[in-house]
């Protein structure tokens, strides 16, 4: 099976506010299903893994006075091609702001922003373009940065994790983009697949981790 035929196969179980494989994530008790569309079967029975907490140490060398908040928000499952949850690509600000239950922290013609929930919605003709989720730590506006995105790539695959580690549930990708000079993410690669393109950041040299997601139309 494809890499993006299995994403499609996949459902949402897990919560993820950073990598269980990565050198700065710590378990908590709890869990849950990252929300989906309201047309999509219910995963109610389905078995659910205990979300992560927030780092019990400084993450990405962040100062530990500046810490991001705990997730907040709906959890939403990344779906290739389609969007995060029930957001999808051509979802209009009125809709994201419904299903976010929050307004844009920053919104221009060109982008909405929720710099704690670590979501990125590029806007184009006043409808989504684009969706991307970002690791925590990122910049984000100004000097803030970004906060814990809460979800996953059904089932487990989070923010952070090794190319190794996502690869074990997409699959490869159809075409690996090294970048000659990283960018201001200290991006390094991006993985394309049918319907999303995977960053992966240096921030544990000379690890890469999975630094943003981004969603469009196949």
Known sequence: MSGSSTLRALWPVAL????????????????????ASASAPSAASAPVAAPLGVPSHVPLGLPRNQLPPPPSGPRLAILAGQ????IRVGATVATVERHMQAKCDH??????????????????????????????????????????????????VSLGMTPAAV????????????????????????????GMVLEYDLVDPPNLALGSVRITKP
Not at 108 to 129: F, K, P, S, W
Not at 177 to 185: D, F, K, R, S, V
């Open 83 to 86: 969007g995060i949850g029930p």
């Open 107 to 156: 919104l221009d013609e060109q982008r909405c922003v929720y710099v704690d929930r670590a979501v990125e919605i590029e806007l184009e003709g006043g409808v989504a373009r684009a969706i991307v989720v970002h690791r925590v730590g990122r910049a984000a506006l100004g000097e803030r940065r970004y906060g814990f995105f809460n979800g996953a790539i059904p089932p487990d």
């Open 167 to 194: 690869q074990k549930s997409v699959g490869p990708p159809s075409r690996v983009e090294p970048l000659a000079t990283p960018g201001p993410h200290g991006t390094r690669e991006r993985h394309h697949y049918e």
């Open 16 to 35: 993820v506010a950073v990598a269980a494989t990565s050198t700065f994530a710590c378990r908590r008790e709890g869990g849950g299903a990252p929300a």
